[in-house]
């Protein structure tokens, strides 16, 4: 069986700390805890990423507490061999394994994968209302949300956690796109894995999602920021990536560590972003939704500098040189198509 399932797991039993709640669990994991009305049901997904622990950390101490939800909640805890890999919550996957949030589509052939196709399965079973993925980014970032489809249910969700949300037209295989109208998934991503205000967030908005009659309907007066079209900034593999406060010459791209401080920031025309080496500019591609490389519209490179060619928002803008080099370095919007929803 590639997914455990443990129904209504007792209070007393669950482990003090959330490293032996985890040793405790051991393996890909679904906990089923009816509610006070189980005619419906709610779906919470974390740990995708084992880097990522604050919805894990939400859900244990609310699991301590041994409160009721309102309704049956499902709750996926997914990659916890690799968060459990000293040291501990710094894999974001098992080594020579693909990227679990980029296995829920086929094919479905290899562990990860397997794993993926029973979580799809048990959300067919038990019919969850809908379902919040919670993830952490891995530098500094304040709380956003990121959906595929842009209506009041999936903006009401995220506004549990945060009030910035990203609707994208990228597909990689994510959770979230299996969202439908009627079954909405969003992302959260809650904060930085090392900010304990991203670990509040979280259990705050788990509050809000497991007591509150109705998630899907916006309050009245909401306020989102919503940003469209975003495009992730890809480095070949073997690229030699820095952080560091001034150019290295053996790097083909120098970051300097002030960069992240730019997630969800101004960044005008004319921001100076990061320096290149001599193939810098070759082993980098702007992806859009398309595939296609946007980088000429959105960044100039003078020189040995990269700046940015229009008002862009960036977004997780990572400070770990291997998740820069595997999945991407960044994300940015352009403001263009940024608006302010108020409903
Ligand atoms: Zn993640």
């Known amino acids: 069986m590639s997914l455990t399932i443990v129904h209504n797991p007792n209070r007393d039993e669950i482990a003090r700390t959330v490293q032996d709640f985890l040793r ?11 509610g006070r009305d189980n005619s419906r049901c709610r779906a919470f997904s974390t740990l995708l990423h084992g ?7 939400a859900v244990h101490g609310w699991l301590r507490r041994g409160e009721l939800p309102r309704y049956r909640l499902l709750i996926f805890i ?14 974001r996957q098992l080594s020579g394994e693909r990227d679990m949030n980029r296995c829920f589509r086929p094919p479905f052939g290899d562990r990860p994968g397997a794993v993926a196709r029973k979580m ?23 709380a956003f949300g990121v959906a595929t489809h842009e209506d009041p249910a999936h903006e009401a969700l995220v506004a549990l956690f945060t009030r910035r949300l990203i609707i994208t037209d990228i597909r990689l295989g994510a959770l979230m796109e299996i969202s439908r109208p ?17 670990d509040r967030i979280a259990a705050q908005g788990l509050e809000q999602f497991l007591h509150r009659e109705q998630v899907l309907q916006p309050d009245a007066g909401l306020h989102m920021d919503l940003y469209h079209h975003p495009v992730r900034l ?17 790097a083909d791209i120098t970051v300097p560590r002030h960069l992240e401080r730019y997630n969800f920031g101004q960044v005008g025309t004319g921001t ?3 320096w290149l080496g001599p193939h810098g500019r070759a082993r980098m591609r702007l992806r859009d939704a398309s595939g296609k490389d946007m980088l000429p519209r959105y960044f100039n490179c003078i020189g040995h500098c990269l700046y940015a060619a229009q008002p862009i ?14 999945d991407c370095l960044l994300y940015a919007a352009p403001e263009s198509g940024h608006t302010l929803l108020d409903i």
């Open 24 to 34: 405790q669990l051991a393996e890909p994991t679904l906990l089923v805890v009816d």
């Open 51 to 57: 880097n990522e622990p604050s919805g894990l950390r």
């Open 78 to 91: 997914l990659s916890i061999s690799a968060a459990l890999q000293e040291p501990m919550f710094t894999h």
């Open 120 to 142: 799809l399965e048990l959300l067919d079973d038990y019919h969850p209302e809908c379902l919040i993925d919670m993830h952490n980014t891995s530098g500094l970032n304040p």
């Open 182 to 198: 009627d079954f909405p998934v969003v992302t959260v991503e809650c904060g930085g894995n090392r900010d304990p205000a991203a």
């Open 234 to 250: 890809e480095l070949d593999r073997e690229t030699v990536i820095r952080f560091a406060d001034e150019p290295d010459p053996e």
């Open 272 to 274: 100076f972003l990061f």
């Open 313 to 326: 928002k960036l977004f997780m803008v990572t400070d770990n040189p291997v998740i820069a080099r595997s």
